[in-house]
Every structure is written in C-alpha cells, then in structure tokens.
C-alpha cells in the first residue's frame, strides 16, 4: 500500500529558531514530491521536487529530495509566528491518473 | 486565469439529510478532478476523482457519490448523511499529469 509519513505530527518552537520538517514515502511509481502549506482553509503550494539533491528555495523555506532513501525535508529558518501552520508532504503517483498520496501533516506552531 | 470555485464554505446538516457540494474550474479544459476529505488527525484521503466528463473513480467505499455532469463541474453527494462524514472537503484539479494540485477553498461539514 502507497503511504506517506510525516514526523513530528507536531512542533512547538520559539519565533527565530530553524525547524526541520521530515517526510517519507513508500509507493510505487513515484512521480514527484510536493510540498503544501495549510492555514485555515485550502493548502497552497510550496515545492514540488523531482530531483535528487536538488535543493529548492523560496525565502527563509527550503527543500530537498534524496530518492535513494525515500525522503524529503522542508526546513524553515529563523521562523516568525506567520509560519504557524500544518505542513503537509505529498507524492504524486506515475500515472495517467495523477493521484496524489498525501501525509498526514506536521502542525506547526510558532511562539512569539 | 485558471480558478477553481467551491461552495458552500461551511454547512451543518442533520444525520440522514442529502448533501451537494459542488466544485467548478474556470480557465481550463478537461481538468483532472479531485475530492478530498480531511478528518481530525487523519490527513487528506482521496474521496473520489474524475478525468473526464462522466468518469468517476472511487477510492474507498463509503456514503458518498460524485459525479461529473460538465467537463468543468465535479458534484459530491450523499443520500443520507452520516456522523462521519464529519470533516472538511476539497476540491482540487489538476492541468496536466505530474502538475499537482490547485485547491478550492474548502467545505467545512458538520453532520449533527
């Protein structure tokens, strides 16, 4: 069965400090990984990773994919109370069906 | 531009009621489409989704059905609610194989 494991389920950290986000998968077919954030309603996009060791980068969040281990990690520095959020890890399937596998999220909170 | 339209935000019905929730895309053709729900500690499980016009695909039994009457439309629905269909559901579409995801914004359901 294709599954998706997200760790920690939660986080608690001070405004400032660097947070680390991990994900594996197990699936058949991999495709991509990506990446969501979710506030209140709707995940947005973050990264999508094709790529082994690539890193990509969008401002204080980062990312990378290792395919030989079947993990990702989404790392998020010097963090502010805006980056409370859940996190969410997602696979997508090699398919003409583009399904999507996704975790379970890690809920981050971020304290002042 | 490409949207994705879902309504309504929140609802609260009563055990054995129907339901409609409805998932409209504006800016593309022959979307992939997606529901979602999303329980309490459970992550985003794939309800149902659609490549076409008329083409359902189920992914796990349940009370619910979907339905795609136009190219750009996807409908779920239940004859009759039950307390676990509790929880929050999205939409999503997707432009092409290997793209991801867009969300709608989300229906909050809460079955009483």
């Known amino acids: 069965e294709d599954k998706v494991v997200q760790s920690p389920l939660s986080l608690v950290v001070h405004e400032g400090d660097t947070v680390t986000l991990n994900c594996s998968y197990e699936?058949?077919?991999?495709?991509?990984l990506l990446w969501y954030k979710q506030e209140k309603k709707a995940p947005t996009f973050l990264f999508m990773l094709?790529?082994?060791?690539i890193e990509k980068k969008s401002g204080r969040l980062s990312s990378i994919l290792d395919k030989k281990e079947l993990f990702s990690i989404l790392n998020i520095t010097a963090t502010q109370t805006g980056d409370s959020a859940v996190y969410l890890c997602?696979?997508?399937?090699?398919?003409?069906?583009?399904?999507?596998?996704f975790g379970k999220g890690t809920r981050l909170h971020i304290l002042p | 531009s490409q949207t994705i339209h879902q309504w309504p935000a929140t609802l609260v019905q009563p055990v054995g009621s129907p339901l409609s929730l409805e998932c409209t895309v504006e800016?593309?053709?022959?979307?992939?489409l997606y529901w979602y729900r999303q329980a309490a500690g459970r992550g985003l499980q794939l309800l149902f989704y659609s490549v076409g016009i008329g083409q359902i695909s189920s992914e796990v039994p349940q009370n619910l059905s979907a339905s795609r009457p136009q190219d750009r439309q996807f409908i779920l629905s239940s004859k009759k609610l039950l307390l676990s269909d509790s929880g929050f559901y999205l939409c999503?579409?997707?432009?092409?194989?290997?793209?991801?995801?867009?969300f709608g914004s989300g229906t909050r359901l809460t079955v009483v």
């Open positions: 094709t790529s082994s060791g």
């Open positions: 997602a696979v997508i399937l090699m398919n003409r069906d583009d399904k999507i596998i």
């Open positions: 800016g593309t053709s022959n979307p992939n």
């Open positions: 699936v058949t077919n991999f495709r991509s």
């Open positions: 999503a579409w997707s432009v092409s194989p290997g793209a991801g995801y867009t």
